[in-house]
């Protein structure tokens, strides 16, 4: 394989943008409820379950907007 200028083949090393390897989940905040006072949180992984409004450390995870279906039988 020859080097030319310009030539950037290969240079990513299967990394996205966001320097995460391809096929890998982007991470993203989580919205959380207050149980106490209601009001939304956005909390990233590995930080503290606190509502940042109370203090309230019993939060609930909203629910999803995406279709979740089941087979039953």
Not at 3 to 23: D, E, F, I, V
Request: positive net charge; glycine residues 10%.
């Amino acid at each position: 394989m020859s080097s030319q200028p310009g030539n950037n083949y290969g240079n990513s090393y299967g990394n996205n943008a966001a320097g995460q390897p391809y096929g890998a989940p982007q991470r993203q905040d989580m919205t959380y409820l207050c149980a106490d006072c209601g009001s939304s949180n956005e909390i990233r992984p590995r930080e503290p379950i606190r509502c940042r409004q109370c203090g309230h450390r019993i939060m609930y995870k909203k629910r999803t907007h995406r279709m979740v279906q089941f087979e039953a039988r």
